[in-house]
Each structure stands twice: as structure tokens, then as C-alpha cells.
């Protein structure tokens, strides 16, 4: 009956400044760092991170914002680190997506990014884990598609939407409206 926060890429490059950065994707790092510097409770913390090395057509030099971006989280750029608020906690594991091919989920994930490695669902499942906390960025992507992969996979989902940060600001009342009817639970 276990509990896990799943940190989604809370990453250099969609943080203020970063190729990709987010409104408020600082403000998330520095809050998560606080969270997990208390007696958080959890019995595991995992962090996901983009991962990508040739991702195809996710990277464009004229970027819809929807379904192209600009170049991000490129494997070997600093752009591509946890933000340096949470590079001093250790997270249980860490999950890489994206290397050939745009991956919004962090089930889409594994250690070390190679097909071979243990996905998110599995680790968990290893380790007795029926509910998980989601919290990141971008809240209308990829926390959006980890949130909704969760509960898929059957773990009681919560989404801790007052640490997200979203691209479009305008359309987090959707992502919750769109969330809340598979089960998963939206907490302010
Ligand atoms: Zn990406």
C-alpha cells in the first residue's frame, strides 16, 4: 500500500530561461525541493526527464507549441539536468524518455532511457506502490499524460496541480477536466 511522488521533468530547459522554459517552472523546483526536504511520507520519489537525442519531428524550427517544440532537453546539454534545486536529493530512480520519438508519459520511460531498461509502472509495482502523487511540468503535457497513464495502470492518482507549471495556462481547467473523470484526483 504504498505511496510514490513521481517528479516530472523538472528540467533545466523548462525552467525561466531555459530552450523550452515555463512560467513559474522555477517556483515548482523550488517548491518540490521544500516538499521533499520535510517528512514528505512518501515511500519512493522518482523523477522523470525528457531524454532526447533524435526525437524526429517533436523538434521544429517553426514550433506549433502543440504538437512541435523547439529543440529541448537534448542528451549532454545542461539544458537536459534536473534543475540544480533538486540535484541534492537523491530520487529513488530516475526515468528517461524520448530519445527517438516524442514521449509525453513518464511510463513512456525507463532507467536509462534504453528499451531495455525497467519502466516506471513495473519499478513501481516491484516495490508495492498502489498510489502516486504527479507533480512537474508541463501540468497540460506531460504531467497531463503521466497523470492519465497512472491511473491506466491502476494506481490511485493524485495530481498536485499547485506543483505544476503549464504551457498554456488557459487550458489547465481542461487538462482537470479531462483527468478527473478517469478517477484521478486534482489537488489545488
Ligand atoms: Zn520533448
Not at 512560467?23 to 511520507?41: P, Q, R, T
Not at 531498461?117 to 502523487?133: N, Y
Not at 504531467?143 to 489547465?172: I, M, P, Q, R, Y
Request: glycine share 14%; hydrophobic share 40%.
Amino acid at each position: 500500500m504504498g505511496k510514490a511522488l513521481i517528479v516530472v521533468d523538472v528540467q533545466v530547459d523548462f525552467c525561466e530561461g531555459g530552450a523550452l522554459g515555463v512560467d513559474g517552472g522555477n517556483a515548482v523546483a523550488s517548491d518540490v525541493a521544500s516538499l521533499l526536504a520535510g517528512e514528505h511520507g512518501y515511500d519512493a520519489v522518482v523523477a522523470t526527464r525528457d531524454h532526447h537525442i533524435d526525437p524526429g519531428s517533436h523538434f521544429s524550427a517553426t514550433p506549433d507549441f502543440v504538437d512541435t517544440w523547439p529543440p529541448h532537453c537534448v542528451v549532454g546539454t545542461p539544458g537536459q539536468e534536473i534543475h540544480p534545486d533538486l540535484t541534492g536529493f537523491g530520487f529513488d530512480a530516475v526515468f528517461d524518455k524520448g530519445s527517438y520519438e516524442a514521449a509525453y508519459s513518464g511510463f513512456e520511460g525507463t532507467v536509462g532511457g534504453s528499451p531495455d531498461g525497467e519502466g516506471l509502472a513495473r519499478w513501481l509495482g516491484r516495490r508495492g506502490i498502489t498510489s502516486v502523487d504527479v507533480c512537474g511540468i508541463a501540468t497540460d503535457f506531460c504531467v497531463k499524460a503521466t497523470a492519465a497513464d497512472a491511473a491506466a495502470e491502476g494506481f490511485d492518482t493524485t495530481v498536485l496541480a499547485g506543483l505544476t507549471a503549464a504551457v498554456h495556462n488557459d487550458s489547465v481547467e481542461n487538462v482537470e477536466g479531462s483527468l478527473t473523470p478517469l478517477g484521478i484526483t486534482w489537488q489545488r
